[in-house]
């Protein structure tokens, strides 16, 4: 596998379903991210990890819980999710310089979520 | 505030057009990265180009050139001879800057530009 894998790809979940969605970079990265691409919606940024620890929250509901267990692999476990919830989730990497420059993200090809 | 537009939402050419999809950005920073990304229908998006605020050299990488202009805040981004292939959602984004809430590397996205070639 190379540069940003996901999955599952689509995903049809009821609102008392849990799923989680998976993430994982092969490109050698210390940073990475969820990001919420809704129709006609810029992307939203939800969380981000720069070596494995949780630098960036934007104000997501509890009901997205994410999970970084290593530099190379990021979780989305999702649980009573909303029909407003349904949209296309995408995981991104990148190489974080202390103080350097900001490096490319680099992405994945989405989980496509629906929610009934 | 750091913002991105991209003033088109959609733009339909006929295949071997040449197209230029437009981006202006607002920042105070003096050192950012400018950054564009191609989303085909597949969902993934696809980088194609960073650019440092230093470097106002436009460049050309195949049908693809790019036109930084700091004065007028704008990176545009023109595709020649246009293909069927080259159908997509683009976007343009902005780094925020480093420091700002505590994390790194985060991008502002503008709403991208859907463009249609038709054969």
């Known amino acids: 596998e190379t540069g940003v894998t996901q999955t599952p790809r689509h995903l049809v979940m009821g609102m008392t379903n849990k799923k989680s969605l998976k993430c994982e970079q092969h490109l050698g990265h210390n940073a990475m991210y969820w990001y919420k691409q809704s129709a006609k919606k810029p992307l939203e940024l939800m969380f981000v990890?720069?070596?494995?620890?949780?630098?960036e929250n934007n104000s997501v509901p509890s009901r997205f819980s994410p999970e970084c267990p290593n530099s190379s692999h990021l979780f989305l476990h999702l649980h009573t999710l909303q029909p407003e919830d349904s949209a296309l989730y995408l995981c991104?990497?990148?190489?974080?310089?202390?103080?350097?420059?900001?490096?490319?993200?680099?992405f994945g090809p989405g989980t496509r979520l629906t929610v009934l | 505030a750091q913002k991105v537009t991209q003033a088109q939402t959609e733009i339909s050419v006929v295949e071997k057009e040449d197209v230029t999809l437009d981006c202006v950005y607002e920042t105070r920073d003096t050192t950012y990265y400018l950054f564009w990304y191609k989303q085909p229908p597949s969902g993934e998006l696809v980088f194609l180009i960073r650019r440092n605020s230093f470097d106002e050299q436009n460049e050309i990488s195949g049908r693809y050139s790019w036109n930084f202009q700091k004065s007028t805040s704008s990176f545009n981004f023109t595709i020649t001879a246009s293909q069927v292939v080259d159908s997509a959602v683009y976007f343009c984004?902005?780094?925020?800057?480093?420091?700002?809430?505590?994390?790194?590397?985060?991008?502002?996205f503008g709403t991208g530009t859907l463009l249609a070639v038709q054969p």
């Open positions: 990890y720069s070596l494995e620890e949780r630098v």
């Open positions: 991104a990497s990148s190489q974080d310089r202390v103080g350097g420059t900001t490096d490319t993200q680099y």
């Open positions: 984004a902005l780094s925020e800057p480093r420091g700002y809430g505590g994390a790194t590397n985060k991008l502002i």
